[in-house]
């Protein structure tokens, strides 16, 4: 590679010679032809030497310089054409081409403290080159100096604003070092500069998943003026509003949309959850009809009409959506898990155990079912068996703490539950809240075990405590008004109770309770 260009380059020297004019250049002159023949001949121990007897003559040659680098590079002995590059460039330091090429071979050796700071004082004679900058980038890269190499892309993209890799780059590499936040500053100051969409994309995906929802929103209005009100972007919104639960939004910006034909699983879907959430049950039912119509091979359509069926209070019709999904969707646990537990809270007991069943046999590890099955044994007070599910549950998933609190509780509700069954269940309890200790039901399932055992103290820390995560739960208030009773906080039982009444007025047990206290 490096014979290639010596007769062109004996052409340009010789001419530089003849017109420079002294006796020593022109002796250095002599010396540097026979290096190059001693070169076009391969002999590269006596071109070296021809060469160096050259440079000893006229020492600020570049040009004897570079053969001396390609001479070295073309041996391998990189260690010494830099030096010859490191005299060449103290001649010119503003020599963009002999800066690069000093560049590569450092990083070739691996001395990347010297490649980084060569490079930065190319980028003072150079500031903006893109061919420095990408250089300092790849060895920052290879480095892995992360935050350096954010702000060097920083500065590409500064240098040319039209390079969208380069804000690609700058996200990806943010996000898998984990400098999400520098990223985000290093966009917001290029969103003064440039009218990009992609940085206006990439600066709502970092709020989105940063759970900046409201930032992220703002962001997608500046955006919709840019790109126009698209559909997608639409749906984009709604799904920000989602997230911070703003469903009047989300049908505000969507119904319109779904009116027009866009029936897309994801309008669908969001339309559904927000008129659920605002109790527009109407509306639910005729978007899950218009669900299940045009999706009919998939099974959400059937789901999301049977569970507005429910809302309803149609329990019927619910039934009659689940029966015709089941035989369609064979393999989908929901239908026959939602029909036993339709039965089960119907008191169709014997409808109930079979579909419970038949969600087993498509799912045996289906937490839910057994729960939902042992406990439906124990209100039909077929002890032995939800005794037996319940063990067995417990014993197979020493993580099950819903079934451990539930059996806790159901032990201390028999009324033929000895000291030995409320010991074990407060062990149940203890455990199932060391795994969840925010769980309001377990706290509460703890408060009342001691209730029954008559520690009304413990009772009362347990119960308020529940009240902390739950602070509006009816059976929580209630056990607490119970547990007033029990020491004697006459006062304070009565305020709760009358809470309870507030809200349900027609609870007749809360009111017998309220009476005993007056009487």
Same mark, same amino acid.
């Given at each position: 590679?490096?014979?290639?260009?010596?007769?062109? *380059?004996? &052409?340009?020297?010789?001419?530089?010679?003849?017109?420079?004019?002294?006796?020593?250049?022109?002796?250095?002159?002599?010396?540097?032809?026979?290096?190059?023949?001693?070169?076009?001949?391969?002999?590269?121990?006596?071109?070296? =030497?021809?060469?160096?007897?050259?440079?000893?003559?006229?020492?600020? $040659?570049?040009?004897?310089?570079?053969?001396?680098?390609?001479?070295?590079?073309?041996?391998?002995?990189?260690?010494?054409?830099?030096?010859? *590059?490191?005299?060449?460039?103290?001649? +010119?330091?503003?020599?963009?081409?002999?800066?690069?090429?000093?560049?590569?071979?450092?990083?070739?050796?691996?001395?990347?403290?010297?490649?980084?700071?060569?490079?930065?004082?190319?980028?003072?004679?150079?500031?903006?080159?893109?061919?420095?900058?990408?250089?300092? !980038?790849?060895?920052?890269?290879?480095?892995?100096?992360? #935050?350096?190499?954010?702000?060097?892309?920083?500065?590409?993209?500064?240098?040319?604003?039209?390079?969208?890799?380069?804000?690609?780059?700058?996200?990806?590499?943010?996000? !898998?070092?984990?400098?999400? @936040?520098?990223?985000?500053?290093?966009?917001?100051?290029?969103?003064?500069?440039?009218?990009?969409?992609?940085?206006?994309?990439?600066?709502?995906?970092?709020?989105?998943?940063?759970?900046?929802?409201?930032?992220?929103?703002? *962001?997608?209005? @500046?955006?919709?003026?840019?790109?126009?009100?698209?559909?997608?972007?639409? #749906?984009?919104?709604?799904?920000?509003?989602?997230?911070?639960?703003?469903?009047?939004?989300?049908?505000?910006?969507?119904?319109?949309?779904?009116?027009?034909?866009?029936?897309?699983?994801?309008?669908?879907?969001?339309?559904? &959850?927000?008129? $659920?959430?605002?109790?527009?049950?109407?509306?639910? &039912?005729?978007?899950?009809?218009?669900?299940?119509?045009?999706?009919?091979?998939?099974?959400?359509?059937?789901? !999301?009409?049977?569970?507005?069926?429910?809302? !309803?209070?149609?329990? @019927?019709?619910?039934?009659?959506?689940?029966?015709?999904?089941?035989? =369609?969707?064979?393999?989908?646990?929901?239908?026959?898990?939602?029909?036993?537990?339709?039965?089960?809270?119907?008191? +169709?007991?014997?409808?109930?155990?079979?579909?419970?069943?038949?969600?087993?046999? &498509?799912?045996?590890?289906?937490?839910?079912?057994?729960?939902?099955?042992?406990?439906?044994?124990?209100?039909?007070?077929?002890?032995?068996?939800?005794?037996?599910?319940?063990?067995?549950?417990?014993?197979?998933?020493?993580?099950?703490?819903?079934?451990?609190?539930?059996?806790?509780?159901?032990?201390?509700?028999?009324?033929?539950?000895?000291?030995?069954?409320?010991?074990?269940?407060?062990?149940?309890?203890?455990?199932?809240?060391?795994?969840?200790?925010?769980?309001?039901?377990?706290?509460?399932?703890?408060?009342?075990?001691?209730? =029954?055992?008559?520690?009304?103290?413990?009772?009362?820390?347990?119960?308020?405590?529940?009240?902390?995560?739950?602070?509006?739960?009816?059976?929580?208030?209630?056990?607490?008004?119970?547990?007033?009773?029990?020491?004697?906080?006459?006062?304070?039982?009565?305020?709760?109770?009358?809470?309870?009444?507030? =809200?349900?007025?027609?609870?007749?047990?809360?009111?017998?309770?309220?009476?005993?206290?007056?009487?």
């Amino acid at each position: 590679m490096v014979l290639k260009f010596r007769k062109a *380059l004996l &052409i340009i020297f010789s001419i530089s010679l003849f017109f420079g004019g002294t006796s020593k250049k022109s002796e250095a002159y002599e010396y540097f032809m026979k290096g190059e023949y001693e070169l076009l001949q391969n002999d590269f121990k006596m071109a070296e =030497k021809y060469y160096k007897k050259a440079l000893f003559l006229s020492p600020d $040659s570049p040009t004897i310089l570079n053969s001396l680098v390609d001479l070295k590079t073309y041996q391998g002995k990189y260690s010494e054409a830099i030096n010859y *590059l490191e005299i060449n460039l103290k001649l +010119d330091p503003k020599n963009k081409e002999i800066g690069l090429n000093l560049y590569e071979l450092y990083s070739q050796e691996g001395i990347n403290t010297k490649a980084e700071l060569l490079l930065d004082s190319l980028l003072i004679y150079f500031p903006g080159d893109m061919d420095i900058l990408f250089a300092r !980038a790849n060895t920052q890269f290879s480095a892995q100096n992360w #935050i350096d190499l954010l702000k060097t892309y920083q500065d590409i993209y500064k240098a040319d604003p039209h390079q969208n890799e380069i804000l690609l780059k700058i996200y990806e590499i943010g996000v !898998a070092t984990g400098n999400i @936040e520098l990223v985000w500053e290093i966009l917001i100051e290029l969103k003064s500069i440039s009218q990009s969409q992609l940085i206006l994309e990439l600066l709502i995906e970092i709020a989105d998943s940063s759970g900046e929802y409201s930032e992220a929103i703002s *962001l997608m209005y @500046e955006l919709m003026e840019t790109t126009g009100r698209t559909d997608n972007q639409l #749906i984009n919104l709604s799904q920000l509003h989602l997230r911070i639960e703003k469903f009047d939004e989300v049908v505000d910006i969507l119904s319109p949309i779904y009116e027009k034909g866009n029936h897309s699983l994801d309008v669908l879907r969001m339309l559904l &959850i927000a008129y $659920s959430s605002l109790g527009q049950i109407e509306n639910e &039912i005729n978007v899950s009809k218009t669900l299940m119509n045009e999706y009919p091979d998939i099974p959400v359509g059937y789901e !999301a009409l049977s569970f507005a069926y429910l809302q !309803a209070g149609s329990n @019927e019709k619910a039934v009659e959506i689940l029966l015709q999904a089941l035989p =369609k969707f064979p393999d989908e646990v929901t239908f026959p898990f939602s029909l036993a537990t339709i039965f089960y809270n119907s008191g +169709d007991y014997l409808k109930a155990e079979n579909y419970f069943h038949r969600a087993l046999t &498509i799912q045996p590890d289906l937490v839910a079912a057994k729960h939902s099955l042992a406990l439906m044994y124990e209100d039909m007070d077929d002890t032995s068996r939800s005794d037996s599910l319940f063990l067995h549950m417990i014993n197979q998933n020493e993580n099950d703490a819903g079934g451990r609190n539930d059996y806790a509780y159901i032990l201390s509700e028999r009324k033929n539950s000895s000291k030995e069954d409320f010991n074990y269940a407060l062990q149940l309890a203890e455990r199932a809240v060391a795994m969840e200790p925010e769980n309001a039901a377990f706290l509460d399932t703890i408060g009342w075990i001691y209730y =029954k055992l008559e520690t009304y103290q413990k009772a009362e820390e347990f119960i308020e405590k529940s009240l902390n995560y739950n602070e509006d739960n009816p059976v929580i208030l209630e056990h607490l008004g119970d547990i007033y009773v029990k020491m004697n906080k006459t006062i304070e039982a009565i305020n709760i109770y009358e809470k309870l009444l507030e =809200k349900d007025s027609d609870n007749q047990l809360i009111r017998n309770k309220l009476d005993k206290i007056n009487d």
